[in-house]
């Protein structure tokens, strides 16, 4: 009998899905459901999607709330505290310049983010292939919580220094390193794996909204009660993650027969990523977008050089990925009956390059407003299906580790890609440096598509890394 999480489906004994109580039931064919239930739900007798009703959804799938408890817990939970951890970076990084007076000790803000959330991750994600997952997420969502409370008795009692804003944002990150791989690698205990594109969909959601709408919320609360107002409804909103954590059951690895019970290793990690190519591909695609189409540095003097506007243009040319994005998460109900997930990375990731490169060719705020929006759709098909196929492929004993490598990359990819638009730029041109980058990243892609040719052919049906 196997541990809570079983997801054995069709095989020589018998078994099926079922969700994380522990067992796993003997197959049988489930009762009769009357057509109008079936009609209505969109789910078939044998609980996949009806064929008929999926070719007519247009909005995000909502089936992973309505069929797991825990997962709705989850996913709500990471919704309220991914708002409140985007409105106090923001409250932090005005409480720096409001000491400082520097945009420079705002940038450090940063930095000091970066560094550990990538120095961590890989750690991270050991971490959560060996504990129990329900305890390393609650832990880091405790920290998590502890930390806004610092915060905001600091600002009650007017205790304003830099230095200690830069500490809270590092041990941040650190607890953000533990938190992200355990709650990741969860989400395919508790629900069957059709469900993944559909999860991960809603993921997008809570993300892109909380980009989006956080710094804003932040900055009223900071104008209106201060930056302690900010952070204690931070504090406040951790308190949903912290309840969904602990409803969970226990989410312990499970270990391939024979594997013993040594310690999970970082390094055991890449070596298993070294020798499956099609998760190594989900990865360089990625890299493809973010470190050679990434013009997001370039949009201070795009505003200015090429629509003649301010620091608002410069505003409505970040949000327009974050808009795309979001539509294409809310958009995203056929993404369900999507099975070659590989061939839908690829199409979505030069999708995206040839949107940044138009956009490079645009004049008109509001053409090349639409490029990006394109853009950050793209993408979060991109995404979708590339942590679809992380979770799907990956033995559970190597989850978080994988999840681990994602942070990573996911973190240091925009930065990477930051670094190199403006160096190019400096070079040469903004022109070249945006136009540019979105051909690289197309031929880049195509390159790696003919020399992996199996990615094009990953079928969601039999995962394989």
């Given at each position: 009998?196997?541990?809570?999480?079983?997801?054995?489906?069709?095989?020589?004994?018998?078994?099926?899905?079922?969700?994380?109580?522990?067992?796993?039931?003997?197959?049988?064919?489930?009762?009769?459901?009357?057509?109008?239930?079936?009609?209505?739900?969109?789910?078939?007798?044998?609980?996949?999607?009806?064929?008929?009703?999926?070719?007519?959804?247009?909005?995000?799938?909502?089936?992973?709330?309505?069929?797991?408890?825990?997962?709705?817990?989850?996913?709500?939970?990471?919704?309220?505290?991914?708002?409140?951890?985007?409105?106090?970076?923001?409250?932090?990084?005005?409480?720096?310049?409001?000491?400082?007076?520097?945009?420079?000790?705002?940038?450090?803000?940063?930095?000091?983010?970066?560094?550990?959330?990538?120095?961590?991750?890989?750690?991270?994600?050991?971490?959560?292939?060996?504990?129990?997952?329900?305890?390393?997420?609650?832990?880091?969502?405790?920290?998590?919580?502890?930390?806004?409370?610092?915060?905001?008795?600091?600002?009650?009692?007017?205790?304003?220094?830099?230095?200690?804003?830069?500490?809270?944002?590092?041990?941040?990150?650190?607890?953000?390193?533990?938190?992200?791989?355990?709650?990741?690698?969860m989400i395919p205990r508790l629900l069957p794996p059709e469900q993944l594109p559909a999860a991960n969909a809603l993921s997008s959601v809570t993300t892109t909204a909380g980009t989006m709408f956080g710094p804003m919320l932040g900055g009223l609360l900071v104008g209106f009660w201060g930056y302690q107002a900010a952070y204690l409804i931070d504090a406040a909103a951790f308190s949903a993650s912290l309840y969904a954590m602990y409803r969970l059951p226990s989410m312990k690895p499970d270990r391939a027969e024979?594997?013993?019970?040594?310690?999970?290793?970082?390094?055991?990690?890449?070596?298993?990523?070294?020798?499956?190519?099609?998760?190594?591909?989900?990865?360089?695609?990625?890299?493809?977008?973010?470190?050679?189409?990434?013009?997001?540095?370039?949009?201070?003097?795009?505003?200015?050089?090429?629509?003649?506007?301010?620091?608002?243009?410069?505003?409505?040319?970040?949000?327009?990925?974050?808009?795309?994005?979001?539509?294409?998460?809310?958009?995203?109900?056929?993404?369900?009956?999507?099975?070659r997930h590989g061939l839908a990375i690829l199409l979505a990731v030069a999708s995206w390059g040839t949107a940044i490169a138009v956009f490079g060719l645009t004049r008109n705020l509001w053409l090349g407003m639409l490029f990006l929006a394109l853009a950050g759709c793209s993408d979060t098909v991109s995404m979708v299906f590339r942590s679809t196929m992380l979770q799907a492929a990956t033995p559970d004993d190597m989850r978080g580790r994988l999840q681990g490598v994602f942070i990573v990359v996911v973190a240091g990819g925009p930065r990477l890609g930051d670094f190199t638009a403006g160096a190019v730029a400096d070079l040469t041109s903004p022109q070249l440096a945006i136009t540019g980058g979105g051909v690289a990243c197309v031929i880049a892609v195509g390159l790696l598509a003919l020399k992996w040719r199996r990615f094009a052919h990953y079928d969601a049906r039999s995962p394989e890394a």
């Open positions: 009998m196997r541990r809570a999480g079983c997801r054995r489906t069709g095989d020589s004994a018998g078994r099926r899905w079922s969700p994380p109580t522990g067992k796993c039931r003997p197959s049988r064919r489930p009762p009769e459901l009357p057509s109008r239930v079936r009609k209505k739900t969109g789910v078939d007798q044998d609980g996949s999607a009806d064929i008929g009703q999926g070719r007519q959804r247009i909005l995000a799938d909502l089936t992973p709330l309505r069929t797991s408890v825990d997962y709705r817990r989850l996913w709500v939970g990471q919704t309220v505290s991914w708002l409140g951890q985007a409105m106090t970076a923001l409250a932090i990084s005005l409480q720096v310049y409001d000491i400082t007076g520097s945009a420079f000790s705002v940038g450090l803000v940063g930095l000091f983010s970066l560094v550990p959330l990538v120095g961590f991750g890989l750690y991270g994600g050991a971490i959560a292939d060996t504990v129990d997952r329900r305890t390393l997420g609650l832990a880091s969502a405790a920290g998590l919580c502890l930390l806004s409370f610092v915060l905001a008795a600091a600002a009650l009692a007017g205790f304003h220094r830099v230095w200690l804003l830069y500490s809270i944002v590092a041990l941040q990150a650190v607890c953000a390193a533990l938190n992200h791989p355990a709650r990741l690698s024979g594997a013993g019970t040594k310690r999970a290793s970082v390094l055991d990690g890449l070596r298993f990523l070294a020798t499956r190519p099609n998760l190594r591909m989900t990865f360089f695609t990625d890299m493809c977008a973010m470190v050679l189409a990434h013009p997001r540095a370039l949009f201070p003097a795009v505003a200015v050089l090429w629509f003649g506007g301010d620091a608002k243009t410069t505003g409505l040319l970040v949000a327009a990925p974050a808009i795309g994005a979001l539509l294409g998460s809310v958009f995203s109900g056929w993404l369900g009956r999507i099975r």
